[in-house]
């Protein structure tokens, strides 16, 4: 095979990574669904997630690891494991994502999100591509919603994010419906790269046939209603399962079945503080880190208690679950707006951080088991498409 039909073989994905695991899902269900479908195609992924390599990928995806970085608050990052400097981290992070452009030589670099990367460490491979690697086909994937436009559009005027979508990028994918949510009107896109921009559908991933009935049985989860409660990866989903820990007792006593997932992102006092207080409740609540088949335990839910992250929302959309949600609203309200959107459907019920008590939620929580139960559907709106894939 010569070079030139060998790059065609080759994608390369970046993953924004600096915070919970809903990029790198997104990501990686994309690159699954591509090498299942594509002949001979590799998927290589840029990431700093550490718990990368754990996740389920098929035959043709690889993982190049980067050093890892958290958000520390709005647009400020810092080191996760190194005790080095910022600085030094981002420019390694920089230097690796050159060297794989250059060794991996990709028909395409599809980039997740932050047009210039986190901190713009993106900026030089872009330039590079542009001047030296012009067959190269640049993409970008955008959420259906990032966050307000008066937080979104001087923040990208400001760090040169519409001049590198205009000079860099040959496509656009928004994963999302135009109906709900239109980036190009909301965040005043240039024309010229309007043009570039294609309304994908929402993105969602789907548990192997079978899954479901192995896990309810595997885990004794059979006889009765079931809610799935969860926090994406976890590192600020401690207020959620705390409050929900008082609800699952309450739960338990009329032989309500709880299904905890903690994430792997969840401080270690935390998580050991949410364990010693639901263990005493292992009869009816089972706990977990985290599993790469969480979606086979929604598809047995009865109802859902969880955040309101892309990946959560629509994977509970699309199997029409009574999800009661709590959406975090910090540093970001992009979580805020696309519940209540969907919401204003009817497909989902909505409780704003400030509002959460055991209370309220144990409230959504019962009249979601009761619709459950009743086989309750919610029908999608006109408009609304989860075939992004």
Not at 159 to 178: I, K, N, P, S
Not at 280 to 294: A, E
Not at 349 to 368: G, K, T
Not at 373 to 384: A, R, V
């Amino acid at each position: 095979m010569s070079e030139s039909a060998a790059r065609k073989t080759r994608i390369l994905f970046y993953c924004h990574d600096s915070f919970g695991l809903g990029h790198f899902r997104r990501s990686l269900t994309i690159a699954s669904y591509l090498v299942r479908h594509i002949k001979g195609l590799s998927v290589l992924m840029l990431t700093g997630l550490d718990t990368a390599a754990s996740f389920e990928a098929p035959r043709g995806v690889d993982f190049v690891k980067l050093p890892s970085i958290v958000k520390a608050g709005p647009d400020v990052y810092q080191t996760r494991h190194l005790r080095v400097s910022f600085a030094r981290v981002h420019r390694m992070r920089a230097q690796l994502v050159r060297d794989v452009v250059r060794a991996f030589d990709p028909m395409m670099f599809v980039v997740d999100n932050v047009p210039l990367g986190v901190d713009a460490e993106l900026l030089s491979t872009l330039k590079y591509l542009k001047r030296r690697r012009p067959h190269v086909r640049v993409a970008l994937t955008l959420r259906d919603v990032l966050d307000t436009p008066e937080h979104i559009c001087p923040r990208w005027r400001e760090t040169g994010v519409y001049e590198a979508l205009e000079d860099f990028y040959d496509e656009v994918w928004v994963v999302g419906c135009r109906d709900l949510f239109d980036p190009v009107r909301l965040y005043q896109l240039p024309p010229r790269v309007a043009r570039r921009v294609r309304f994908c559908g929402y993105v969602v991933r789907w548990s192997e046939p079978g899954d479901a009935n192995y896990v309810r049985k595997q885990f004794r989860l059979e006889g009765g209603p079931v809610v799935v409660a969860s926090c994406g990866g976890g590192g600020d989903g401690y207020p959620l399962l705390d409050t929900y820990a008082k609800v699952a007792r309450r739960l338990a006593a009329d032989r309500v079945r709880s299904v905890v997932f903690l994430g792997p992102d969840m401080p270690p006092e935390e998580r050991r503080q949410l364990k010693e207080r639901l263990l005493p409740l292992s009869q009816w609540v089972t706990t977990f880190d985290y599993r790469p088949d969480l979606v086979a335990f929604f598809d047995l839910a009865t109802a859902t208690v969880s955040m309101a992250g892309y990946n959560t929302s629509c994977e509970l959309v699309v199997r029409n679950k009574q999800a009661a949600v709590v959406p975090r609203v910090f540093p970001r309200v992009e979580q805020l707006l696309r519940a209540q959107a969907f919401a204003r459907h009817g497909l989902m019920r909505v409780v704003h951080p400030d509002d959460l008590s055991a209370e309220r939620l144990e409230a959504e929580v019962r009249s979601a088991i009761e619709d459950g139960l009743s086989g309750l559907q919610n029908p999608w709106p006109e408009g609304l498409d989860f075939a992004g894939l």
